[in-house]
Each structure stands twice: as C-alpha cells, then as structure tokens.
C-alpha cells in the first residue's frame, strides 16, 4: 500500500513538473495584424500582415495555397521565443483590368488608379496606396495606350483604348434653288462636326434633274471610323418665268483697223443671278471703214427665255491707244500704289476739275475724241468730262459705266457711275456745275436732292434724271 502511495506521489509529481515546463508554451501574447492587399501573382510575406513595431519574432503560413483574386481569411502560426499562436490575417488580391474602354467624345476624363481596378469594389474601405507610374493623359489618342499601376514596388499594366463610335453630327439647311441650279451636298448642311476626320459627305442619291415642286434630299456624312449620319434636307426646285439680263453691254468706240473685243466687261446672269453664257452677233460691224454699226448680244436660260441687248460701234479716227497712253501719262503723277480705288477715284476726279475748263460749243460723240479734246485742249462739254473720267477711270483699274440724263429734260447730260472698293455703284460727275454740291461719290438720295436745287435755284428741271431700270443699283 504504501509503495502504491509512493509511486501515485511520483507520478502526479511527474505530471505537475511536466505541467510547468509547458506552461510558457500555453501562454498567449499580444499581437497587432492589417490587412494586406497584392496584385494577383505577387506573393506576400507573413510579416506583412503584421502590423509595424509588433515584437513577434517570426511568422509564418499555416499553409501554402496560390489565393485567386479576392478576400481571403490566411491562416497564419506567430511565435515568440518558446511561444507560439495561430491566428487570421485578411488578404485582398486584386488585379487588373485589360482596358478601359474611352467614347473620344468623352474625353477628357480624369482617372484614379482604383479604375483599373477589376475588383476594387472590395478594397473601397482599406486605405491602399495605388499609384500611377505617369498620369493618364487627359485626352489620350484614339487607340490603346498603357497605364501601368504600382502597388508596394510592385506594376501591373492595363491600358486605356479610345475608340470612336459616335455619327457626325450636322444641322440641316432648307435650301430653295431654281431649276437647273447646281447641287453640292455641303450646302445643305452647317456645323458639320466629328471627332476624327470627315471622309464623306454626299447626297444618298445623286439628285439629277429634279423637277418643280418640294422634295427630301438625304445626305450622308461618314467619318474615319465608318460611323455615319443620314440627314433629310428639303430642297424646292422652283420654275421660272423672268428672262435673262445681260450686263455690262455699251457702245464701243474702236479706231479704224483695230480688232474690238465685244466680249470684255460685259456677263449675263439668269433670274436667279447665275453667270450663263451669252452669245454676239457683230456681223455687220466693219472696223476697217469709219461709220457707225450695230452688235447684239443675246442669252438664252435654262428655261428657254431668251434676253437681247443692242450696243452702237462707233469706228473712228483718234487711236484708242494713243489716248490711253496720254491718260497713263497723268495717271502716273497722280496715283500712288499704297492708294484704295476711293482715293484713286478722288484723285482723277480732282485732277480733271482742277486741269479741265467747261466749253459748251466743244464735244464729241465718240469716248476717245472726247477724252483726247479733254487731255490736248484741255476743255469741253459735258460729254468731254464723262468720255475723259471713263477712260481715266477705266485705264486705274476701277469699275465705272455711263449714265445719260432722260433726254430732251432741259438737254442732254452725261456723267458717270463708279464702283470703287465694292462699296456699290455711286454716281461721279466731273462737269462743272454753278450749284455748290460735292459731285464726287453722291448717292441715288443725294442725286434727288441735287435735282431738286438746281430746279429751285437756276430754274433747271431734272438735272440728274435718269431711268434706273437702265442700270445697275445705285447705292441709295
């Protein structure tokens, strides 16, 4: 019994020696963990779950599995000397998308690496530092380019790939056009846009000869990309009954022998103001004997009406040249390079006031013998300083034409019209006149005006009469 006794003491001594050296090893210790977050592929290490300044001596994986994209609960096994603990750390693996894929119309974006992100809807509340290795750039070329994203000194690529696939867009023009007009799709359309270049734009269906009346006009617009839009503009095709104008058509003064260009100055336009062709007959002018002969111009539309104009040749004796030569000759000393037609104009005007006396028994029928009396005697009638100011005007380069005063309303008067600079037609009168009015550049008002004191101060009625249908518009 008592050996029995001895041997139960030794044994429960055994068990409680044996329970104190275990003891350190069943001792638990105080530990700080975080979570941690890794691009799919990149291997973390126990300790990084560890937070900072935790004084454990080692850490390591209770197991070995390659964690897919995700959460994950790691079990890990801490120890510290003679201790040791298993425990649960979190791990985040994250990885990238291929793309994002960018409208070009969308542009410019800012972006933040979360965004290539493929599943960064779990990481939301962790403080993470993603970077960027370069900025995006805010309006990256259409097609791929690559972002790269560093994570804990490790990169992952992706990319942005701007594409376009948004139509053009446009706003469409009505239009109203005669029959026989020239049709161009661009014209029925404003404020074409894209965002990459415009290698179309085109009617649907060639519109060939569309008759009178409203019709929808479809006109496509293609970009680079092969996005397209269709717009439906109206278009009406109107008739018409008003005929031709021909323009510019005068008497010609031509010195015997000289070859006349019937052609020079002269256009026609239909109804609605399009240049057409016209045609001269001028078969039974002779510039080889002085006389005085008849050409016709006349034009034929699109629509068969036809218009007709008379002009009077005149061949004469005085070259031409010889008087162009000789108003060449003073232009040179009163014309500078640097001058606009408006000063040009006032230069010749003043110059034949100022070098040109009135004589109302001296003048001419023809252009060229008026204007040589006005440059070699230096006086004249009224037509002597219309003929001078039409070949010094003319030989300067600036548009001008006739006018007459409706006849027999006291007597017969010339003048001219001049359009300087594309200011519109004005009239220009260098005659010498008793009333006290600036007849340089005046208007159709102030031709009115002018008339009506001549009328009440000389007694002289209709001095700048004239039939306005006979010429172009004169500025009011």
């Not at 804990?152 to 446009?170: H, L, Q, Y």
């Not at 359309?189 to 006009?217: C, K, M, R």
């Not at 600036?398 to 010339?414: C, K």
């Amino acid at each position: 019994m008592y050996k029995k006794f001895i041997v139960l003491v030794i044994v429960l001594l055994a068990f409680l020696g044996g329970g104190i050296l275990l003891w350190p090893r069943l001792m638990s210790f105080d530990y700080n963990l975080q979570p941690v977050v890794t691009f799919a592929g990149v291997s973390v290490s126990p300790s990084d779950f560890l937070v900072p300044g935790t004084r454990i001596i080692a850490a390591e994986f209770a197991d070995t599995r390659n964690f897919m994209p995700g959460r994950h609960d790691v079990a890990l096994r801490l120890s510290n000397g003679s201790r040791s603990q298993r425990t649960t750390g979190v791990l985040y693996v994250i990885e990238p998308v291929d793309y994002i894929e960018l409208e070009i119309a969308q542009s410019p974006r800012n972006f933040v690496p979360l965004d290539f992100i493929k599943n960064a809807e779990i990481i939301q509340n962790i403080n993470v530092d993603l970077q960027f290795l370069q900025e995006p750039s805010l309006q990256p070329p259409i097609g791929e380019s690559d972002v790269h994203i560093v994570l804990n000194g490790a990169t992952v690529r992706s990319a942005i790939n701007v594409v376009d696939t948004t139509p053009p867009t446009a706003t469409v023009v009505n239009r109203i056009v005669p029959k026989g007009d020239v049709l161009i799709a661009s014209d029925f359309l404003e404020n074409v846009y894209d965002a990459s270049p415009i290698i179309l734009l085109d009617f649907v269906t060639p519109p060939d000869n569309l008759p009178i009346g409203q019709h929808v006009l479809p006109v496509i617009v293609k970009d680079y990309w092969g996005n397209y839009a269709i717009f439906e503009p109206t278009i009406t095709i109107l008739d018409n009954d008003i005929p031709p104008t021909i323009v510019g058509a005068q008497n010609i003064e031509s010195m015997r022998g000289n070859a006349i260009m019937f052609r020079q100055g002269v256009s026609a336009y239909d109804a609605f103001g399009r240049e057409i062709r016209f045609n001269v007959d001028s078969s039974t002018v002779n510039t080889n004997e002085n006389g005085i002969y008849t050409a016709t111009y006349w034009v034929e539309d699109a629509w068969g009406l036809r218009a007709q104009v008379e002009i009077e040749v005149r061949i004469i004796g005085v070259d031409p040249e010889v008087v162009r030569g000789r108003a060449d000759t003073v232009l040179a000393g009163i014309l500078r390079d640097d001058m606009t037609q408006v000063q040009q104009a006032r230069a010749i005007f003043n110059w034949i006031s100022n070098n040109v006396g009135f004589l109302s028994a001296i003048g001419y029928e023809s252009v060229y013998e008026g204007a040589f009396q006005g440059l070699q005697h230096r006086r004249g009638n009224c037509f002597v300083f219309y003929a001078l100011s039409e070949v010094m005007l003319t030989q300067a380069g600036i548009p001008n034409m006739r006018i007459d005063r409706i006849p027999g309303e006291p007597s017969a008067h010339r003048w001219n019209l001049i359009n300087p600079d594309g200011l519109g037609w004005h009239h220009f009168d260098t005659t010498p006149s008793r009333v006290q009015i600036d007849r340089f550049m005046f208007t159709s008002t102030q031709a009115e005006i002018f008339t009506e004191r001549v009328r009440r101060e000389f007694n002289m009625r209709n001095y700048y009469t004239y039939d306005p249908t006979l010429y172009p518009q004169i500025v009011r």
